[in-house]
Structures are given as structure tokens and as C-alpha cells.
């Protein structure tokens, strides 16, 4: 049995472009509400604690946030990780390079542990996603394993070219035309993924050529072509809600404001 620490990262080095201004970090966006403590009224749900929400679930009790230079709110917000009973910590990071770079401002923190990866400002069922991926972790020697959700935008989405015992092919960035269904949004992965995106973004302390910056998908495809062991399971029948436009935040306001009120 792997007895290594599960971690989960959560990078938070984004400007929020697309839906700026704000009048606090995109992670805090309130979406929906909690009850108290004492059981008696509500209080605001920000989008983040979902995520950390689910991977408490899932027995991890710490994560990392990676933060740009600013997001102070978030460690005011969250602080030691009492209100989700998991220990949390902060780390800086001033790259502006893409979500990669961000993670591996956590390397010398993370280099030994399973990592359990999720991104705060995406919504998703089902509860149990993180249990579901650790449970199938524990079964295959995987390097990576990603959790699959169907999407509906898959211009806007890292598309999963996935074989039928589930080890991924190729990860798709983007594709104006595709036959392909899933995208991935949550993923666990050992030290050597670890290792390998350290080593790749230290190799190449420069964003991709042409306009786009280097993602996460991007690392995996090169993960993939060194012959890492990438699989992927999916772990939801309904596609998960980003909320980085304004189309999609106005979207998550009102269906968590509507599941609210039944």
C-alpha cells in the first residue's frame, strides 16, 4: 500500500482578465452559502471551498495555495484552514507564465507526496471525485491520474484522448473540431510527475511561442510523449462550471442561488 502524504495544490496565480474587475480574488467570489457553525442561519460560500471542501472529503488534511504578489485575501480568508478543518499554507509565486510555473513554486514542498490537484474556480460534482481517483490510484501504477468530466465548450477545454483500459493517448489543447467528448478538471499524480514538471519548466524558463501561455495540459502531453504513465477515469456524468467569464459566474450565481432556496 502507498503510504506517501497526500497534498493537495491549488494555484491561485491568475489575474482574472476576463471577469475583472473584482472587488476581491476570483477564488473568494462568493457562489452560494454554508450553514454555521451552530447550525442556526447561513453564511456565504466563497467558489474555493468547494474544492477544499472535496478534497477534506477525500482525508487530505493539507494543501497549499500558490499565489501571485496581491492575493492577500486569500490567506486572510482561509488562514490556518480551521473552517475546513485541514491545515493550509501559502506560497508566493511572481511568475506570470502559466498554471506549471505556479505549481512548481511548490516543489520543494510537495517533491516526496501524492499530489491531489484541483483548480479553485471551478465548480463540479460529484462529492466524492478526489475519493474516487485515490480509490482507482491505489489500484494501478499510474503516474498521473486524471478525473474526466463530459464538456460543452471543447474549444475552450483541454480535450482527453483516452483508450479503452484508460490510459490517456494525447491531450488535445483546445481543438476547433474533435470527436472527442471529456475533459479533465481534477487529477492526482506520484513524485515522478512531480519531478517531471519541475525538470520541464526549469528547462524552458520561457512561455510557449505565439500568443497562448503554457498550461497545464501542455505538460501532460509531454509527459505522455516521455512515457509517463498518464490514465484518466471519469468520475462525473455532467461537465463542470468554470466560472472565469461572466457568462459562466452569472451561471453559477444563479443555479447555486436556485439549489439554495429548494
Excluded at 467558489?47 to 495555495?65: D, N, Q, R, W
Excluded at 468530466?149 to 490517456?168: A, C, Q, S
Aim: proline share 7%; glycine share 6%; aromatic share 10%.
Amino acid at each position: 500500500m502507498d503510504t506517501r502524504e497526500i497534498v493537495g495544490l491549488v494555484p491561485a496565480g491568475g489575474q482574472a482578465t476576463r471577469i475583472a474587475p473584482l472587488p476581491c480574488s476570483k477564488e473568494l467570489y462568493p457562489i452560494g452559502f454554508r450553514s454555521t457553525d451552530a447550525g442556526h442561519g447561513l453564511q456565504t460560500k466563497v467558489v474555493s471551498h468547494y474544492l477544499l471542501e472535496k478534497m477534506s472529503l477525500a482525508g487530505i488534511t493539507k494543501a497549499y495555495f500558490v499565489l501571485r504578489p496581491g492575493k492577500w485575501d486569500i490567506p486572510a480568508y482561509f488562514g490556518d484552514g480551521l473552517l475546513l478543518n485541514m491545515q493550509l499554507a501559502y506560497l508566493v509565486t511572481r511568475s506570470p507564465l502559466g498554471v506549471p510555473y505556479t505549481l512548481d513554486q511548490a516543489y520543494p514542498f510537495v517533491e516526496d507526496a501524492m499530489v491531489a490537484f484541483g483548480f479553485p474556480d471551478i465548480l463540479f460534482q460529484p462529492d466524492d471525485a478526489f475519493i474516487q481517483l485515490l480509490s482507482r490510484q491505489r489500484t494501478n501504477d499510474a503516474d498521473v491520474l486524471l478525473g474526466l468530466f463530459p464538456t460543452d465548450l471543447p474549444e475552450n477545454e483541454d480535450l482527453v484522448d483516452v483508450d479503452e483500459k484508460g490510459r490517456v493517448r494525447e491531450i488535445v489543447i483546445k481543438p476547433q473540431r474533435t470527436r472527442l467528448c471529456y475533459t479533465w478538471g481534477i487529477a492526482v499524480w506520484t513524485p515522478v510527475f512531480t519531478r517531471f514538471l519541475h525538470e520541464y519548466v526549469s528547462a524552458r524558463q520561457d512561455p510557449l511561442s505565439g500568443s497562448r501561455e503554457l498550461t497545464a495540459g501542455d505538460v501532460l502531453q509531454a509527459a505522455i510523449e516521455n512515457h509517463l504513465r498518464v490514465d484518466a477515469v471519469p468520475v462525473s456524468k455532467d461537465p463542470y462550471l468554470d466560472i472565469g467569464t461572466p457568462e459562466r459566474l452569472f451561471k453559477a450565481v444563479k443555479d447555486f442561488a436556485v439549489s439554495q432556496d429548494d
